[in-house]
């Protein structure tokens, strides 16, 4: 109905602001600020549900921290994308957890291990190992990290069934 109700205090000094509505500057259906000497930070709901934390000036379009109606994080972007987590920015972590299926299937009976030819026909026709992108699509399109985790490592168990078919012909040689 539009009324306030403060059963306390609701004491705002002059360099403080606690805005219900629209304001001038932007469609905010509720913002808190702190502007002091040094610094300045704002916490504000728009219109369409949207939560959003930013340090500094009210006029940067770009939020610290968004925390979207559709329960996705934004930070240092106003768009997640439908991603759970949107960073613009370099992320850094002592662990990160990725679940994934695995590339074991390489020691399996029945995968067909391509010939070493193959393979060179592949990177002289495409400039790329088979299964793994291109250059462009990787700048176009980024990479998944769990499949690229699986892809490598599938590569590299490929890697070790050619390094151990080269040893038993070595070590046929030998014997001759």
Same mark, same amino acid.
Request: charged letters at 25%; aromatic letters at 8%; one cysteine or more.
């Given at each position: 109905?539009?009324?306030?109700?403060? +059963?306390?205090?609701?004491? #705002?000094?002059?360099?403080?602001? %606690?805005?219900?509505? *629209?304001? &001038?500057?932007? !469609?905010?259906?509720?913002?808190?600020?702190?502007?002091?000497?040094?610094? +300045?930070?704002?916490?504000? #709901?728009?219109?369409?549900?949207? %939560?959003?934390?930013? *340090?500094? &000036?009210?006029? !940067?379009?770009?939020?610290?921290?968004?925390?979207?109606?559709?329960?996705?994080?934004?930070?240092?972007?106003?768009?997640?994308?439908?991603?759970?987590?949107?960073? *613009?920015?370099?992320?850094?972590?002592?662990?990160?957890?990725?679940?994934?299926?695995?590339?074991?299937?390489?020691?399996?009976?029945?995968?067909?291990?391509?010939?070493?030819?193959?393979?060179?026909?592949?990177?002289?026709?495409?400039?790329?190992?088979?299964?793994?992108?291109?250059?462009?699509?990787?700048?176009?399109?980024?990479?998944?990290?769990?499949?690229?985790?699986?892809?490598?490592?599938?590569?590299?168990?490929?890697?070790?069934?050619?390094?151990?078919?080269?040893?038993?012909?070595?070590?046929?040689?030998?014997?001759?």
């Amino acid at each position: 109905n539009g009324n306030i109700h403060v +059963n306390k205090y609701l004491f #705002i000094p002059s360099n403080r602001e %606690l805005i219900f509505g *629209n304001t &001038s500057d932007r !469609d905010h259906s509720l913002r808190i600020s702190y502007n002091g000497n040094d610094n +300045n930070g704002s916490c504000y #709901i728009n219109y369409s549900g949207d %939560l959003r934390y930013r *340090n500094g &000036s009210m006029t !940067d379009d770009v939020p610290v921290v968004l925390f979207s109606k559709d329960n996705n994080v934004g930070i240092g972007t106003l768009d997640p994308q439908g991603y759970k987590l949107a960073v *613009n920015g370099t992320i850094r972590a002592k662990e990160i957890k990725v679940d994934s299926d695995w590339a074991d299937f390489v020691f399996k009976k029945g995968y067909k291990l391509p010939t070493l030819e193959e393979v060179e026909q592949h990177i002289g026709k495409r400039g790329t190992l088979p299964g793994v992108p291109s250059e462009e699509e990787v700048k176009a399109n980024g990479v998944n990290l769990a499949e690229t985790n699986a892809l490598l490592l599938q590569k590299i168990e490929e890697l070790t069934l050619y390094i151990i078919e080269m040893k038993k012909e070595i070590n046929e040689l030998k014997k001759r």
